[in-house]
Structure formats: structure tokens, C-alpha cells
């Protein structure tokens, strides 16, 4: 048996008793006790609202940040559905590209990829002509297409300059979406744009864009923010 | 002198022979080098005639890691399939989610030298219906299809430089004829009057969506699983309340059910291959796509436009 040891057990055994050990406990008055409750409740309230705003913030400027995206850029997964699907296409188109700069040594041109059935080049059956335009700039090359009530596409890719080819002397690239290798060891930077809103779109047809986020266009990402660092999307 | 004349010669005479073994041994052809003939594996049936397409013409062996019977959702490790593992170079998998049982394989096969591919990366993925997660159902479209075939070619060739000109050529006429399947079906489904359709499971979104096509109720709470009797009623609750007329189901979601959906819902029930069972073709997925580009067809264009 263990001794209890409070002042009771040690009274009854008869050791001096301290006068403190005794003081009384007050209970809280209601007032008090529902003052308590009502500030446990705005707490836990306060807690539950900031966990809500961080998991449904919006999905656009505030999740772009979020992800670690430039203002300029936005995430695949975020556009509506139409819009998915004429970048889909326009990513395949990219690619279909790509791979005919790897074949041909130069850029195909609009009509090229759209003779290839290659969307978003060739016309979509009962949906409204987008008429593509390619601007070549030195070492950038811009496919930019415009199509009623729609919002522009445009695909841009950059050349490396000479002696100024990305990863040469050893140095790895970065494994992310923009970075594209020719068969001759050229890396390119590939990038998919959308324009602003149609009603709200002024953009100038048919012609180089220097800076298309300077006329409202957002740079599209489809991976992981991590694998597409912003600092050299443009 | 003569001593040391002798270890002079003794000396000269090791340095030589040192270098002419090395020389020798520079020369000897690797055993298993890039020369070698690349075994590749996969865990999944479009993979498989993917890549056979990419490597047709070539001593590249492309090797089904599952049974052709049994569906990657339900599947179960067996010593025989772990074995088939051990002396890959490359493994072909999703990567997303659809087979992730391949992770206790590899540990199980010990293979540290293998190469894994996942041709999900060079495809921009859909979330999925249920959750935050991306859609793994990433090889069920045409377009996706053409991306992942040219991401495969890409990484074969810089194990096989020497087939690089054979991979290229190959997945350019493999992506030819599998665009050529969906601009048909992009043309006949053209003025479709209904985009918005029920599906019994989340695995048709890219292929819907690269036709203007939208799933707007899924049954399936999540991606294999049977719905509960009251998950059932809020499905046909919704497929009635938008106006839904059609339902794309795959093939093995149980009967029973399928026939009180479409009997409750008033919708009419088209089968969608989900193209992962059976045998390993290298033609199953252009024949499985070309099937389900016509069901589409017939499920949402009226018989007068579709021809029939």
C-alpha cells in the first residue's frame, strides 16, 4: 500500500498541518464559466476559417503565387475545360514542331502543320477558323493564333544563339517542360501562351509579339511549379 | 653495373606489359553495353504496343509485366511477374498512381540498374473527379498517345543511339495513323447537340475532353470502386437532373447495377474500352481506340449523321 500523501493522510497521522495547503477553491461563476466557453469557441472558429482560406483559396493570382508561379503565369489545371483542350492541341502541335525543326533544320510553317491534320493548326470541324500566324524574330520563333470569341494561342520558341547553347561544358539542364534538345545538341525553350479575353483583347494580329505578357497574354505550365522554374519562362 | 642494367630492363619490361594489358582490355568489347539488345518492360497494354510500335524493325524486346487476364486495379504481385523484373533494363510505367503495386516488385526484384520510364511526364494532366489528385487514366486519348509515344522514342534513343533514326521514324508513322483515327471521329463528332455525359468510372476524361466532351457525373465514388446503394441513387439523382442521355461505362462494372442506372436514369449505356485486359497486341491500343472513337460516334450522333 502506498501512504496517501496529501495534508489529510499526514493530519490524521499527526504531523503539523500547513494553514495553505487548506485554501478553498472557488468555483467560476456562470458568468464567468460561459465567458470561457464563448473565448474557446472564437478560438477554435478563428483556427478552423484559416485552415478553410488556406485549402480553398481562389485559382488564380493568389494560387499562382502560391505555387511559386511569375504573375504572368498560370497552371494548366486551373483553366476551364475548352481551354484545356486547345492547349492540349497546342502542345502536341509544339511538339510536332519541335520534332520537324529536328527533321528539316528549319521552322514548318502554319499551313505545313495543318496539311499534317496537327490541331490546333488544322481546323477544328464546326468550330470557328483560328487563323495561325508564324513571326520569326532572331532566335525566337512565335506561332500565334487568333479564332472568333476565343481567347489567342500562341506557341513561342526560343533558339539558343551562337555559342550560347544551354548545357554545354557540362552543364546539366534542368529537367522541366520548357527545355527541348535537337538532334544536333540545340536546346530550346518551348513555351504555350493564351491571350487576354476576346472582349478585352487587343492584341495586334499577325504580328511579333517582343513581350507577349506586356499585352495581357498568360504563360501556360503544365507541370509541377518545381520542375518549371519562372525565373526564365521569358 | 651489370645488376643494375638488369633491374633497368626488369622495370622497362613491367611498365610495357602493363600497358599493352590495359590496351588490351580497352579494346574488349563490353559484355551487356549499349550494344546489347535493350529489354524493356511494361506495366500497362498501351505502353506495351506503344513501344513495340517505336522499336519495330529492331533486337529491342518489349516484355508485359502482368498477365494479359488481369486488370492493373486488381492486381496482385506473383513470384513469376517479380521474376520478370531482374534482368530489365527499362521499366515502361504510369507513374500517376495506376500501378503503383510495381514499387514492392522492383524492391522484391533487387534490380538497381533499371531505368524507369513514366511517358505520364509529357502529358498535361486532368485532376481527377474525386480528390486532388491527377487522373492517371493519362493513355486513354489519341492525343496523349502521340505525346507519350515521342517522350518513349526520345528516352529509347539515348539508351540506343544507334536505333535512334528506326525510333524516330517508327513513332512519326505510329503518331500519323493514331491522329488520323481521331480527326475522323473529331469530324463526325462535330456538331454533337449533347457534350455532357455520365461516365461509371473517371478513366475517360482525356479522351472525352480531346473531343469537346465532358463528363458531368462520374458514378464511381473513386476509380474501382462500386458505389454504395446510396451513392447509386445521388449518380441517377444527377444524371437526371442534367439531363443526361448518356452513360459511358467499361467492361467490368457489375451488370446488375449498370442495368438500374439506365433503367432509373433513362440513359442509354455505351461500353468504352479502358484498354487493359487481354492479350498484349502490338495493335490493341490503335484497335481499342479506333472502337471507342466509333462508340462515341454512335452513342452521341444521331444515326441519319453518323450514317448509319
Known sequence: MVPEATPLSAARQGAPLRGDALRPVASPSARGETFAVVRALVIVGVLALLWISRGTRGDGAGDAAELGFAPWQRAFATLPAGLQRDLRELHEAGEEAVRWRGDHGGWPTSAELAALAIAPFAPRPGAPPRAFVRSDAPWLIQY???????????????????????????????????????????????????????????????????????????????GSPAATPSAEAR | MARWVDRLVFALSAVVLLLGGTGSAQEAPPAAGPTAPLRVGVTLHPYFSWTRAIVAGTDVEVRSLLPGDVDAGSYQPRPEDVAKLKDLDVLVRNGLGHDDFIAAMLTAAGNSSLRQLTPSDATPTLQGAHGEAANSHTFISFTNAIQQTYYLERELAKLRPQHAATFHRNATAYARKLRKIKADAALALAEVAQPRVATVHDGYAYLLQEFGLEAAVVIEPAHGLVPSAAELAAAIGSIRREQLTVIFTEEGFPAPLLEVVRREAGAAVHVLSHVAT???????????????????????????????
Open chain 1, 144 to 222: 500565334l493564333g487568333h479564332a472568333e470569341g476565343a481567347r489567342a494561342l500562341l506557341l513561342q520558341v526560343l533558339e539558343p544563339r551562337p555559342g550560347e547553347n544551354e548545357g554545354e561544358g557540362g552543364t546539366p539542364l534542368p529537367p522541366d517542360e520548357q527545355h527541348r534538345i535537337l538532334p544536333d545538341g540545340k536546346v530550346l525553350h518551348v513555351s504555350y501562351w493564351i491571350g487576354p479575353e476576346p472582349q478585352g483583347d487587343s492584341t495586334p494580329r499577325g504580328v511579333f509579339l517582343a513581350d507577349p505578357a506586356r499585352h495581357g497574354f498568360e504563360q501556360v505550365l503544365f
Open chain 2, 278 to 308: 487481354g492479350d498484349y497486341t502490338d495493335d490493341k491500343f490503335e484497335r481499342e481506340m479506333a472502337e471507342n472513337a466509333a462508340v462515341l460516334v454512335r452513342a452521341l450522333v444521331p444515326p441519319t449523321k453518323s450514317g448509319e
